[in-house]
């Protein structure tokens, strides 16, 4: 005896919305465990980011310090030239040693912009880390949020398919046996195995279907199967 179309369907339906459940937590999985990858990678650019950034930084501290020190020692010197200037009665030396102190002057005014510059720049490079650890610090959070989403994403995953494996089980009884064999390998190949009529097209692939069929499909009124994807197309829930 040929089973009632309209009971094939009504199962169809039924199973099409435990696919669609399963579809939709398995991509919320996907989705979370995608965001967990990403704010991993961009953590680590980050940590990246604060170790360049700290090392140009130590570099231009101790470029500043070898400065201060040249600076120290050429004011000394210096000291002793103007003090030794004062005593000097001769012109000829008097003038020569004067060239000399304006030559250390010319070199400890360039070595005072050195040193400045070198500061501002690590001033700037010490920036650059406290952001660089602020934005991974950031990444890292949420990296915790995304893996904890995940963790909830795959609970559901896992509980969503040991309750419908029961009614799965149930509604495949409920089928003509090839319909039911056409469902299970349709399943296995690990897509699935009903979709919706949307706007009279498979919902799957979105092939259209002949126009008196997809209105039987809209009533419930017939078995079909895309020409295209051979899933079933069943019609949207009734609510
Ligand atoms: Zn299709």
Same mark, same amino acid.
């Given at each position: $005896?040929? =089973?009632?179309?309209? &009971?094939?369907?009504? !199962?169809?339906?039924?199973?099409?919305? @435990?696919?669609?459940?399963?579809?939709? *937590?398995?991509?919320?999985?996907?989705?979370?465990?995608?965001?967990?990858?990403?704010?991993?990678? #961009?953590? *680590?650019?980050?940590?990246?980011?604060?170790?360049? *950034?700290? =090392?140009? $930084?130590?570099?231009?501290? =101790?470029?500043?310090?070898?400065?201060?020190?040249?600076? @120290?020692?050429?004011?000394?010197?210096?000291?002793?030239?103007?003090?030794?200037?004062?005593?000097?009665?001769?012109?000829?030396? @008097?003038? *020569? #040693?004067?060239?000399? &102190? =304006? !030559?250390?002057?010319?070199?400890? /005014?360039?070595?005072?912009?050195?040193?400045?510059?070198?500061?501002?720049?690590?001033?700037?490079?010490?920036?650059? +880390?406290?952001?660089?650890?602020?934005?991974?610090?950031?990444?890292?959070?949420?990296?915790?949020?995304?893996?904890?989403? !995940?963790?909830?994403?795959?609970?559901?995953?896992?509980?969503?398919?040991?309750?419908?494996?029961?009614?799965?089980?149930?509604?495949? /009884? #409920?089928?003509?046996? /090839?319909?039911?064999? @056409?469902?299970?390998?349709?399943?296995?190949?690990?897509?699935?195995?009903? +979709?919706?009529?949307?706007?009279?097209?498979?919902?799957?692939?979105? !092939?259209?279907?002949?126009?008196?069929?997809?209105?039987? +499909?809209?009533?419930?009124? #017939?078995?079909?199967?895309?020409?295209?994807?051979?899933?079933? +197309?069943?019609?949207?829930?009734?609510?």
């Amino acid at each position: $005896m040929e =089973t009632d179309p309209r &009971i094939v369907v009504n !199962a169809l339906v039924e199973l099409a919305g @435990h696919e669609e459940a399963l579809a939709e *937590a398995r991509s919320a999985l996907a989705r979370e465990s995608r965001q967990r990858r990403n704010q991993r990678e #961009l953590a *680590a650019e980050y940590d990246a980011d604060a170790d360049a *950034a700290g =090392t140009q $930084m130590q570099e231009a501290e =101790t470029g500043f310090r070898a400065r201060a020190r040249e600076i @120290h020692d050429l004011e000394e010197a210096l000291g002793a030239k103007r003090d030794l200037l004062v005593g000097l009665v001769d012109r000829r030396q @008097h003038r *020569a #040693l004067s060239e000399e &102190i =304006t !030559a250390l002057e010319r070199r400890l /005014d360039r070595l005072e912009s050195e040193a400045y510059e070198l500061l501002d720049e690590a001033d700037e490079r010490s920036d650059e +880390v406290a952001e660089a650890k602020q934005g991974g610090r950031r990444a890292e959070d949420r990296r915790t949020a995304a893996a904890a989403g !995940a963790a909830a994403a795959g609970d559901r995953v896992d509980a969503l398919e040991h309750e419908s494996a029961v009614e799965i089980a149930r509604l495949l /009884d #409920l089928l003509p046996p /090839d319909v039911a064999r @056409h469902v299970k390998r349709l399943q296995t190949r690990g897509g699935r195995a009903v +979709v919706r009529l949307e706007g009279g097209a498979c919902g799957g692939c979105f !092939a259209l279907l002949p126009p008196q069929q997809a209105i039987a +499909v809209d009533k419930g009124r #017939l078995l079909v199967r895309c020409a295209s994807c051979s899933c079933y +197309v069943v019609h949207k829930p009734w609510y």
